[in-house]
C-alpha cells in the first residue's frame, strides 16, 4: 500500500469525524457534544482463535481500550483474516493492518538476524534476562537499527512476555541419543532450524496452524511449537505420545508487538504511551495466565490424554549446545549479527552472573516438599 492511500485512510477517518461534527453541531437542540467515536486498531496475529495466544492478543486489546478510557479500540484477528501467519510483518509495513502480534522468527525468511530477537544462541540467560536486554542493554536500539535502518521498514516494535523455554518436542518414538534424531523430518522455525540441522534432521518451517495436518500426512514426523497448552489445543497428542520438555533450541522468546510507524506517530503521545506501556502490563497478565493454564494443560496431556513426559537428555542438551558453537562463527560473518550476539554476550556475562548467583536451588526445595515426581 503507497503512502497516498495510508494518508488518505487516515483522511477519511479526520475527514469523517469533522462532518459528523459539523452535523451535530447542526442540531441545535442537541443538549451536549456526542462523544468522539474510538480509534479502531486493526491488529492481526498469527495464532487461531483456539491457540491460548490468541486469548494473550486479546488480554493486550483489554487493557488498552480501558487506559485509554474508551479512545481506542483494538480489533483482535486471527492468522488468515487478512494475511497468513508468517506475512504480517508485510502487513503492517504495506499498511494493510495497523498492528500485529507475532514473534520476529515469522520473518527469519527476510532477515536471520531476525531470529537473534527470541531465538538465537543460549548463553546462559532465560527468558526474562534477554527480554531485559531489548529494553535495558541495547536490543531495542538493535532492533530499531535492523527493521528501520538496514530493512527500512515502516514499523514500530515492542517485545513483551518472557516466554518459558520451549520444549524439544514430539516425536512417536523415544528419543534419548543424538544418533536417535538422525533422519527426522522436524518442524522448527528460525535458527532453531540451522540448529536441528547439525543434528541430523530434516527441517519444515510451518505455521502453527500447519503442524498436526503436516504429521498426519507423513510431512513431518517430529516437531515442537512453544508449549503444553498450544499443543494441547493443536491436537498434538493425538499424533505422537513421547513429549520432552527442555531444550536450547528456542529457550528465550518473547511476542513482537508492531504497529505501523505511520499510524502510531499518528497517535497523540498520550495514546502512543498506552500502546508502548500496555505492552509492559500485559507482559506480567500474560506470564500468570501462562503459568496457570500450561501447568493445567500439561497435567492434562500426562493424566488424561495418555502422553508420556520427558526432560530431554543431558547428551542432545549438550549436543545442542555444539551445535550453537558450530553456528555461531557462521553467523558472525554477517557484521550487524556479530554487533548483537556481542551485545547479548556482554549483558548475560553480568546479569546471569548474577542470577545465577542469587538464585537457591528451586529443584532442591521442590524435590523436599514434593518428592519423587520430577525424574531427572
Known amino acids: 500500500m ?35 467515536a474510538p480509534i479502531v486498531i486493526k491488529m492481526q496475529t498469527s495464532w487461531n482463535d483456539a491457540n491460548i495466544w490468541q486469548d494473550f492478543a486479546r488480554d493486550y486489546a483489554t487493557r488498552v481500550e480501558e487506559m485509554s478510557g474508551g479512545r481506542l479500540k483494538v480489533d483482535v484477528l486471527p492468522a488468515g483474516a487478512v494475511v497468513a501467519a508468517f506475512q504480517v510483518l508485510d502487513a503492517v509495513n504495506d499498511g494493510l493492518i495497523d498492528a ?23 548463553f ?8 531485559s536486554w531489548f529494553y535495558e542493554g541495547g536490543g531495542q536500539e538493535l532492533y530499531n537499527e535492523l527493521t528501520q535502518d538496514i530493512m527500512g521498514l515502516d514499523v514500530v516494535g515492542y517485545m513483551g512476555f518472557p516466554m518459558f523455554a520451549q520444549p524439544f518436542g514430539w516425536f512417536k518414538e523415544e528419543v534419548n541419543t543424538v544418533d536417535d534424531l538422525q533422519g527426522f523430518k ?10 536441528m540441522a547439525k543434528l541430523g ?6 505455521p502453527g496452524g500447519e503442524i498436526v495436518p503436516a504429521m498426519e500426512r507423513g510431512v513431518i514426523d517430529a516437531f515442537e511449537f512453544n508449549n503444553p497448552s498450544s499443543d494441547k489445543d493443536f491436537g498434538a497428542q493425538d499424533v505422537a505420545k513421547n513429549y520432552y520438555l527442555s531444550s536450547y533450541h528456542q529457550a528465550s522468546e518473547s511476542f513482537e508487538f508492531l504497529f505501523s510507524k505511520m499510524f502510531f506517530e499518528d497517535l497523540d503521545s498520550d495514546l502512543q504511551a498506552i500502546l508502548k506501556y500496555g505492552v509492559e502490563a500485559v507482559s506480567t497478565a500474560n506470564t500468570a495466565k501462562a503459568m496457570n493454564r500450561y501447568s493445567a494443560d500439561l497435567q492434562f496431556l500426562q493424566n488424561e490424554a495418555g502422553v508420556s513426559v520427558k526432560r530431554t537428555s543431558k547428551e542432545i542438551l549438550d549436543a545442542q549446545l555444539k551445535a550453537w558453537d558450530e553456528l555461531i562463527p557462521e553467523l558472525e560473518s554477517d557484521p550487524f549479527m556479530k554487533k548483537t550476539l556481542d551485545s547479548q554476550r556482554e549483558w548475560v556475562d553480568r546479569v546471569a552472573y548474577y542470577e545465577l548467583m542469587n538464585s537457591p536451588d528451586y529443584g532442591l526445595a521442590y524435590e523436599h516438599y514434593f518428592p519423587g515426581k520430577i525424574k531427572l
Not at 17 to 35: D, I, R
Not at 186 to 195: E, F, H, I, Q, S
Not at 201 to 206: I, K
Open 100 to 122: 500485529a502480534h507475532s514473534v520476529p522468527v515469522y520473518w527469519y525468511g527476510k532477515n536471520k538476524a531476525a531470529s537473534l530477537f527470541g531465538t538465537g544462541p543460549v
Open 186 to 195: 522436524y518442524r522448527t522455525v528460525g535458527l532453531a532450524a540451522d540448529l
Open 2 to 36: 503507497t503512502d497516498t492511500k495510508k494518508f488518505n485512510r487516515r483522511s477519511f477517518l479526520t475527514k469523517s469525524a469533522l462532518a459528523g461534527g459539523a452535523a451535530t453541531g447542526s442540531m441545535l437542540a442537541a443538549p451536549a457534544v456526542l462523544a468522539q
Open 201 to 206: 534432521m530434516s527441517v519444515a518451517q510451518l
Open 124 to 131: 546462559g540467560g532465560s527468558a526474562t534476562t534477554m527480554l
